[in-house]
């Protein structure tokens, strides 16, 4: 079992910067691909970066590649996304989310099995 917490969230203005955290309990933190995912009002959950078990490969949706940054550090159980020249279209919840890691890229919902309760992003024009 992996409990998620997130943190980090805010209102900012354009151009801002913010950076999430998802702190993850249990031992096994490392055996994990991480995932964030954001849903905005009246929108499916769609995916924004994604983090092997070792921080070696990083995946990005177009819409966040140059700005967003993911990283990890398995000894402090945490994944960090550093969100960076934000426009009002990132608003939205972010999840963090946690999948056992079995190689390749996960970039759909329904394949993680652990997530966190979200954090609030208000991007202010």
């Known amino acids: 079992q992996v409990q998620l917490v997130e943190s980090g969230g805010g209102l900012v203005q354009a151009g801002g910067r913010l950076r999430l955290s998802c702190a993850a309990s249990?031992?096994?933190?490392?055996?994990?691909?991480m995932g964030w995912f954001r849903q905005a009002p009246g929108k499916e959950r769609e995916f924004a970066a994604a983090?092997?078990?070792?921080?070696?490969?990083?995946y990005y949706a177009d819409f966040v590649k140059g700005r967003f940054t993911l990283s990890r550090d398995n000894a402090k159980n945490t994944v960090y996304l550093q969100m960076n020249s934000l426009k009002p279209a990132d608003t939205a919840v972010y999840y963090c989310?946690?999948?056992?890691?079995?190689?390749?890229?996960?970039?759909?919902?329904?394949?993680?099995?652990?997530w966190g309760q979200g954090t609030q992003v208000t991007v202010s024009s």
């Open positions: 249990g031992r096994t933190f490392s055996s994990y691909s």
């Open positions: 983090i092997s078990w070792s921080g070696g490969n990083t």
């Open positions: 989310a946690a999948v056992m890691d079995r190689g390749g890229y996960y970039t759909v919902p329904s394949q993680y099995d652990y």
